[in-house]
């Protein structure tokens, strides 16, 4: 079974810093891109950050961006999202995906694996 289990969510102050990761398993995800996104309440799900199935390449949404950094090893199966300078609007449940298509990522369709997801919540 393939799976994509998120991990790192938690309670942190406004300034603070988490580090989030996803492994996968049932499968290589080496030869996919790989994404974050997260779904504040009320909200809907929203796009993050994306990086290729090399990792040479890597696209923020402008709300994080210079905050967060996507990163991935192949060796240990992970993709993990540091995530600096947190403010109380980056609370939100995050998502991990896997797609073959880094372009369409953040798109949203049809991504081809999602996980669970990991609540990350930011007090003021």
């Known amino acids: 079974q393939v799976q994509l289990v998120e991990s790192g969510g938690g309670l942190v102050q406004a300034g603070g810093s988490l580090r989030l990761s996803c492994a996968g398993r049932?499968?290589?995800?080496?030869?996919?891109?790989m994404g974050w996104f997260r779904q504040a309440p009320g909200k809907e799900r929203e796009f993050v950050a994306r990086i290729s199935g090399s990792g040479r390449f890597t696209s923020y949404a402008e709300s994080v961006k210079g905050r967060f950094t996507i990163s991935r090893d192949d060796a240990k199966n992970t993709v993990y999202l540091q995530m600096n300078s947190l403010k109380p609007e980056d609370t939100a449940v995050y998502y991990c995906?896997?797609?073959?298509?880094?372009?369409?990522?953040?798109?949203?369709?049809?991504?081809?694996?999602w996980g669970k997801g990991t609540l990350v919540t930011v007090s003021s």
């Open positions: 049932g499968r290589t995800f080496s030869n996919l891109a």
């Open positions: 995906a896997a797609d073959s298509n880094y372009a369409t990522i953040p798109l949203n369709i049809a991504i081809d694996y």
